[in-house]
């Protein structure tokens, strides 16, 4: 009887650790998370952390913008890193992609089926249907030819169109590459597999005590 007493406080014990391992995860890696995205375009002007994926794209004056479609946000660097503002977008919790043309950033809202064109942080069009797919914007828009920039954690490098690296950028935020998506299945794996482990050295030890 003391036998299960013992691996049910165990158990109790290893919950009580999840609990708490789990909620400092989420709490660092929630803070920049928007879980209700706006009805419109918002914009905001104090920097927030950045989680999961991010897409990235610099315009001729070598600002920087990175798009978050976990965090439904879009934020916008100079060239020196400092932040310039960031746009809240009204995804309705689905993906967008984003490009930048003449120095106007351009947002595909998937679920929305809709372009939104912001200049300097302002709406000035808005169209419905016009893409079949994500993969026509990114066809119309030639990305992936056009971004010259890759982001890695804080530090962002632009290089010109040859590949040469041109300048590294640190950024006043930290960005965390994986999300609270990724991060938590692995996270739950992980504890369940080291408690499956520790309760079955626990009992092995118990039926051979002279080991």
Known sequence: MKTYKRILLMIV?????????????????????????????????????????????????????????????????????????????????????????DDKLYVYLVRADKEVTIDNGTVVNTVSGYYSSPDDFDSYFNTNSQNNARIWFNKVKISDNNGNLVKTVTLPVSVYPFSIDTVMPLLLMGVVIFFIVTVWKFLKRKRNPLR
């Open 13 to 101: 014990a290893a919950l009580w650790v999840i609990m708490v391992v789990l909620g400092i995860v989420f709490s660092m890696l929630s803070a920049g998370v928007n879980m209700n995205p706006p009805a419109d375009v918002e914009k905001f002007y104090s920097p927030v952390s950045v989680s999961g994926m991010t897409d990235i794209a610099v315009d001729s004056s070598d600002n920087i913008y990175i798009g978050s479609p976990d965090d439904s946000r879009v934020q916008v660097f100079n060239d020196s890193g400092q932040f310039l503002y960031g746009l809240n977008l009204p995804t309705g919790t689905g993906f967008f992609f984003m490009a930048v043309s």
